[in-house]
């Protein structure tokens, strides 16, 4: 399945592009849908929030010169041990003195006793990645240490990133890697170099005698998961899946005969025993020998080659792989997808409290896996992220009973509910471009599910609830939304915040403080005239269907007030004055929005959001009946 969470990665602004990228998607459905469904139709299946520190933005040079490979960079075991355990970890988040310089890379060379010194209890934490997901980094680092979690160690693909983190206070050791600094595309062959890294990285670190929990940089975690890892000391490996249909209802291990879905290993825990380190071995092996394997395939393959019997009658752990593994498969509850999360909230309707949440399932690209973890309020950004330049605007979406509860759950009352919220934000979209604001989106309401193959609404067996509040990257590209697009063809950016931002305990005092509601009222009624005059302090009556030079000359005295909210959206803007800016405009809107997907029994069976749905007579939603017709609404 996490071959799939980054289906969408880009939408181009031009249709060819456009059209290749959903070519592929729909290529890659038929290729990379199997542990879906299997989980789904198989037989087994049916039974305290401080700010961060920036000062990495600008971190000092690196003068040394960058090592070999990943694999030539380790030091091997020596016969010393080193004394783990060590409750006397150096402090996370305390940087070096600014005078000081930046040690000898030679320093951070991957040592048993570089892992000794930060272990903890036997047990070391890990993430990598490239100076891209620094900012994921950051996040994953201090989750951690705010659950008093230290024993933790971050590798460095390349030497911007190694530097970064060292000024940063947070321990770090040297891949050797050496990679691009920039973010790598899912399926491209750096991602598949990455995979590879992790895999040379696990036959590492395992022989020096540790317990490894190793962890994707795109998830968090939000309570303590040694606690739990503790409860299974006979557990050779604890994985998670990609398992979006519950095979238990409290915090056990996952019921592994109903796991038909994917072992994921974006989270999951070795210890240094026989079996884990043989199957170490083989996987490392099989990646080497073919550079067309994913590594999470690959890993599946070898841990599937047995599963079961049980290892006894209560643990929940079974034998794998060559029958001495002894495997378990952490509960999809409580160790979160992105659909378990985010689409079902699982863990929510179960009253469980979840350990961890990974970004998978979702489709914009690293764009769409940030906004995901903002949405949820539990990525750490700098604190200008939350008092931008010009201030925001936000609104109150109104959404009738009848959009969001009556009838059945079907494509039309779907769109229905998803139109009436679209064309609330597309005006709520010009407004914040005319007045050079940010735009906190509104939580959007979603009917069906969306997917990345053929499906009847929502996931069969799955504890989704309908309606349910989606992700923003269910109906826009939020990567697009994120691109800076040319000015000349698509006019001014507008810059977006997720919809929980107002709530968000990071948001500084003097943006809460700074407040302006805006009543929208029928021209000629009492104190509804366009005037920058409030009725009282904190409120302005506004008319409804202002126009563009309305807007400008009545909120030019607002422009030092951070937030601005309005009562509604709805008739709130009328046009343009400026038919150019408003073409350019509508560029940029038609762009934002992306597919549903997909209709049953029905090639292609996506069907394409529509921005300006309400200007086609007659519009109806219904996937493309000729290839002429399978292009987006430009």
């Given at each position: 399945?996490?071959?799939w969470?980054?289906?969408?990665?880009?939408a181009a602004?031009?249709?060819p592009l456009?059209?290749?990228?959903?070519t592929?998607?729909?290529?890659?459905i038929?290729?990379?849908?199997?542990y879906?469904f299997?989980?789904?139709?198989?037989?087994s299946a049916s039974?305290?929030?401080?700010s961060?520190?920036?000062?990495?933005?600008?971190?000092?040079?690196l003068s040394?010169?960058?090592g070999?490979?990943f694999s030539?960079?380790?030091?091997q075991?020596?016969?010393?041990?080193?004394?783990?355990?060590?409750?006397?970890l150096?402090?996370i988040?305390?940087?070096?003195?600014?005078n000081?310089k930046?040690?000898p890379?030679e320093?951070?060379?991957?040592?048993?006793?570089l892992?000794?010194?930060r272990?903890?209890?036997n047990?070391?934490?890990?993430?990598?990645?490239?100076?891209?997901?620094m900012?994921?980094?950051?996040?994953w680092?201090?989750?951690?240490t705010d659950l008093?979690v230290?024993?933790?160690l971050?590798?460095?693909?390349?030497?911007?990133l190694?530097?970064a983190?060292?000024?940063?206070?947070v321990?770090?050791f040297?891949?050797?890697?050496h990679?691009?600094t920039?973010?790598?595309?899912?399926?491209s062959p750096?991602?598949?170099?990455?995979?590879r890294?992790k895999v040379?990285?696990?036959?590492?670190?395992?022989?020096?005698?540790?317990e490894?929990?190793?962890?994707?940089?795109d998830?968090?975690?939000?309570?303590?998961?040694l606690?739990?890892?503790?409860?299974?000391?006979?557990?050779?490996?604890?994985?998670?899946s990609?398992?979006?249909?519950?095979?238990v209802?409290?915090?056990?291990?996952?019921?592994?005969?109903?796991?038909?879905?994917a072992?994921?290993?974006?989270?999951?825990h070795w210890?240094?025993?026989?079996?884990?380190?043989?199957?170490a071995?083989?996987w490392?092996?099989?990646l080497?020998a073919?550079?067309?394997?994913?590594?999470?395939?690959?890993?599946?393959?070898?841990?599937?080659k047995?599963?079961?019997p049980?290892?006894?009658?209560?643990?929940?752990?079974?034998y794998?792989?060559d029958?001495?593994?002894?495997?378990?498969?952490?509960?999809?509850s409580?160790?979160?997808?992105?659909?378990?999360y985010?689409?079902?909230a699982?863990?929510?309707?179960?009253?469980?409290?979840p350990?961890a949440?990974?970004?998978?399932?979702q489709?914009?690209?690293?764009?769409?896996?940030?906004?995901?973890l903002r949405?949820?309020?539990?990525f750490?950004?700098?604190?200008?992220?939350?008092?931008?330049?010009?201030?925001?605007l936000?609104?109150k979406p109104s959404?009738?009973?009848?959009?969001?509860?009556?009838?059945?759950?079907n494509l039309?009352?779907?769109?229905s509910?998803?139109?009436?919220?679209?064309?609330q934000?597309r005006?709520?979209?010009?407004?914040?471009?005319?007045?050079?604001?940010?735009?906190?989106?509104?939580?959007?309401?979603?009917?069906?599910?969306?997917?990345?193959?053929?499906?009847?609404?929502?996931?069969?067996?799955?504890m989704t609830r309908?309606?349910?509040?989606c992700?923003?990257?269910?109906?826009?590209?939020v990567?697009?939304?994120?691109k800076?697009?040319?000015?000349e063809e698509?006019?001014?950016?507008?810059n977006?915040?997720?919809y929980?931002?107002l709530?968000?305990?990071?948001?500084?005092?003097?943006?809460?403080e700074?407040?302006l509601?805006?009543?929208?009222?029928?021209?000629?009624?009492?104190?509804?005239?366009?005037s920058?005059?409030t009725?009282r302090p904190?409120?302005?009556r506004?008319?409804?269907?202002s126009t563009?030079?309305m807007?400008?000359?009545v909120?030019s005295s607002?422009?030092?007030v951070?937030?601005?909210?309005?009562s509604?959206?709805?008739?709130?803007?009328?046009s343009?004055?400026d038919?150019?800016r408003?073409?350019?405009?509508?560029n940029?809107?038609?762009?934002y929005?992306g597919?549903?997907?997909?209709?049953?029994?029905h090639?292609p069976?996506?069907?394409?959001y529509d921005m300006y749905w309400?200007?086609?007579s007659?519009w109806?939603?219904a996937p493309?009946?000729t290839?002429?017709?399978?292009?987006?609404?430009?």
């Amino acid at each position: 399945m996490g071959g799939w969470r980054n289906a969408v990665q880009e939408a181009a602004a031009s249709k060819p592009l456009f059209l290749t990228i959903y070519t592929t998607i729909i290529v890659g459905i038929v290729a990379t849908s199997f542990y879906v469904f299997s989980a789904i139709y198989s037989p087994s299946a049916s039974t305290s929030t401080q700010s961060i520190s920036t000062s990495w933005l600008s971190s000092p040079p690196l003068s040394q010169n960058g090592g070999s490979n990943f694999s030539n960079n380790i030091s091997q075991p020596t016969d010393k041990a080193s004394q783990p355990g060590s409750n006397q970890l150096k402090t996370i988040w305390e940087a070096p003195p600014s005078n000081s310089k930046m040690p000898p890379l030679e320093s951070f060379k991957l040592t048993k006793e570089l892992v000794g010194e930060r272990a903890k209890d036997n047990v070391i934490i890990v993430t990598f990645g490239n100076f891209a997901f620094m900012d994921f980094i950051l996040t994953w680092v201090k989750h951690l240490t705010d659950l008093d979690v230290s024993n933790l160690l971050v590798g460095a693909m390349d030497t911007k990133l190694l530097e970064a983190l060292y000024w940063e206070g947070v321990p770090v050791f040297d891949m050797g890697s050496h990679m691009s600094t920039i973010d790598v595309g899912w399926g491209s062959p750096t991602f598949h170099k990455m995979g590879r890294e992790k895999v040379l990285l696990i036959n590492a670190i395992l022989p020096f005698g540790y317990e490894l929990l190793m962890c994707d940089t795109d998830m968090v975690w939000l309570k303590d998961p040694l606690p739990y890892l503790a409860q299974y000391p006979d557990a050779d490996i604890l994985t998670s899946s990609d398992q979006v249909v519950p095979t238990v209802v409290d915090d056990r291990l996952a019921d592994w005969k109903q796991v038909g879905a994917a072992y994921n290993i974006g989270i999951f825990h070795w210890r240094p025993t026989e079996p884990a380190i043989k199957l170490a071995k083989e996987w490392k092996d099989m990646l080497l020998a073919d550079d067309k394997i994913w590594d999470q395939n690959g890993f599946n393959e070898l841990a599937r080659k047995q599963t079961g019997p049980a290892v006894d009658d209560d643990s929940g752990l079974f034998y794998a792989f060559d029958g001495t593994l002894k495997l378990g498969i952490l509960p999809e509850s409580i160790f979160c997808s992105g659909h378990t999360y985010f689409v079902q909230a699982m863990y929510e309707q179960l009253r469980l409290e979840p350990y961890a949440l990974h970004t998978t399932f979702q489709y914009g690209g690293t764009e769409g896996k940030r906004h995901r973890l903002r949405e949820a309020m539990v990525f750490y950004d700098p604190p200008e992220y939350y008092d931008a330049p010009g201030g925001f605007l936000s609104f109150k979406p109104s959404i009738p009973k009848s959009l969001l509860l009556d009838g059945e759950h079907n494509l039309e009352s779907h769109f229905s509910l998803i139109n009436y919220q679209m064309k609330q934000i597309r005006s709520a979209l010009a407004i914040a471009s005319l007045l050079n604001r940010t735009l906190v989106m509104p939580p959007l309401w979603c009917r069906l599910d969306r997917l990345w193959f053929s499906h009847p609404g929502v996931l069969e067996g799955s504890m989704t609830r309908q309606p349910f509040l989606c992700p923003l990257d269910h109906i826009f590209e939020v990567n697009v939304m994120l691109k800076d697009l040319p000015e000349e063809e698509f006019g001014p950016a507008i810059n977006i915040r997720e919809y929980s931002f107002l709530n968000n305990p990071l948001l500084p005092q003097q943006v809460k403080e700074s407040w302006l509601d805006v009543q929208l009222c029928q021209e000629g009624t009492e104190d509804c005239h366009a005037s920058s005059n409030t009725s009282r302090p904190g409120l302005l009556r506004f008319p409804k269907n202002s126009t563009e030079e309305m807007f400008k000359t009545v909120f030019s005295s607002f422009k030092d007030v951070k937030v601005i909210q309005f009562s509604s959206m709805q008739g709130a803007f009328y046009s343009f004055t400026d038919k150019t800016r408003e073409e350019k405009f509508r560029n940029r809107m038609k762009r934002y929005v992306g597919i549903w997907c997909c209709v049953e029994n029905h090639t292609p069976g996506h069907i394409y959001y529509d921005m300006y749905w309400d200007e086609k007579s007659g519009w109806k939603p219904a996937p493309p009946q000729t290839p002429e017709e399978d292009h987006p609404p430009f």
